[in-house]
């Protein structure tokens, strides 16, 4: 779907709702599609649908996404454990946590911790 340019304030708008109820709702790992949607006042096929043609992730993947942002700007400006910052950021499981943030960004917490400045802004975009 493409959107013309004064639609851009639009959806600018909604993902900054969006994103918002999101950080609002971080440490509760029962956040899901279904309850973004109800907060945001849609049913929960129409913010699929607008999260898809927008992001081109669905509802659950932007939730992920946020937290795992979320999670890496915790681990590189505090000196929690993986785990402490896991259950935070709404995820139930360190080791799911462990999991999706390398699918994400292609190294573990641990190793995302240790890099240095220059390797940071190369490997975490």
């Known amino acids: 779907m493409y959107f013309r340019s004064s639609d851009q304030k639009s959806v600018d708008a909604?993902?900054?709702?969006?994103?918002?109820?999101?950080e609002e709702n971080l440490p509760d790992?029962?956040?899901g599609a279904a309850r973004l949607a109800r907060e945001a006042g849609?049913?929960?096929s129409a913010m699929h649908r607008r999260l898809i043609a927008i992001t081109r992730k669905p509802a659950t993947g932007f939730i992920r996404e946020?937290?795992?942002n979320k999670a890496l700007e915790m681990l590189l400006s505090t000196?929690?454990?993986a785990?402490?910052?896991a259950y935070k950021t709404g995820f139930g499981s360190p080791a799911y946590f462990h999991h999706c943030f390398?699918?994400?960004f292609g190294c573990t917490?641990?190793?995302?911790r240790k890099l240095d400045d220059s390797e940071k802004s190369i490997h975490l975009v």
């Open 66 to 68: 946020i937290r795992l």
């Open 42 to 44: 849609m049913s929960r």
């Open 109 to 112: 917490p641990g190793e995302a």
């Open 102 to 104: 390398h699918q994400q």
């Open 14 to 22: 909604f993902l900054k709702q969006i994103t918002g109820i999101v």
């Open 83 to 85: 785990a402490e910052i």
């Open 79 to 81: 000196q929690e454990t």
């Open 29 to 31: 790992e029962h956040f």
